[in-house]
């Protein structure tokens, strides 16, 4: 059980990986055009709160056997951050006070879980209460591109929400809930059941 643990873990890491830099194309279009079009800035300050949650919560001080899923989501907080970043460099002033504000918040709801769950709780309360704070947040990661979809069918357009993007959502979640399952930790499994919802929706 512990070597299938590892395998599936390995495998997400790899395919959340490729999740986080399948917007790099999108990314590459914003600055040759230096605009953020239409593209919405929403999923990558949402994406870095469920990784830096995400992260905390593979910590060994947090839950035990989940360094795979703190690796990962350390690496992800890294690259979301630069995708928001450059984001707000090229959006137009509106959009920009909008991802700003919700980029501020993200820190402020990350910083509150960390000093809270440091602080104020240890052992079994620590895990549930940042298990349940990186499951709320993973969900609402999932369901932010869903935003996208009022774009796309005005549009009869699925330009402004990339098939890669969707199809390693799909793969990460397939083996992160799997690697939940076999370790027994409903944070995780849960976390990853719903984004199956969502890709079938996207």
Not at 53 to 74: C, E, H, R
Not at 161 to 184: A, E, K, N, Q
Request: aromatic letters at 18%; proline letters at 4%.
């Amino acid at each position: 059980m512990n070597i299938a643990h590892t395998i599936f873990g390995v495998f997400g890491n790899a395919t959340a990986l490729f999740l986080f830099l399948a917007p790099s194309i999108t990314f590459k279009r914003i600055i040759k055009n230096k605009s953020t079009e239409q593209f919405s800035g929403i999923p990558y300050p949402m994406t870095l709160l469920n990784c830096l949650l995400s992260a905390w919560y593979g910590l060994p001080f947090v839950s035990k056997d989940n360094t795979l899923v703190s690796t990962i989501n350390g690496t992800g907080a890294v690259i979301e951050t630069v995708y928001v970043l450059i984001f707000l460099f090229y959006a137009p002033k509106k959009e920009k006070i909008k991802i700003f504000g919700i980029f501020s918040c993200v820190l402020a709801v990350f910083a509150t879980v960390a000093l809270v769950s440091l602080f104020a709780l240890q052992g079994n309360g620590r895990k549930l209460f940042c298990g349940l704070a990186a499951t709320v947040f993973s969900i609402i990661m999932y369901a932010s591109p869903l935003s996208i979809m009022r774009l796309v069918v005005k549009t009869k357009s699925v330009e402004f929400m990339p098939f890669f993007l969707s199809l390693f959502v799909f793969l990460c979640g397939t083996s992160w809930f799997v690697y939940g399952l076999i370790g027994r930790d409903p944070f995780v499994a849960v976390s990853y059941n719903f984004s199956f919802l969502c890709c079938f929706l996207w």
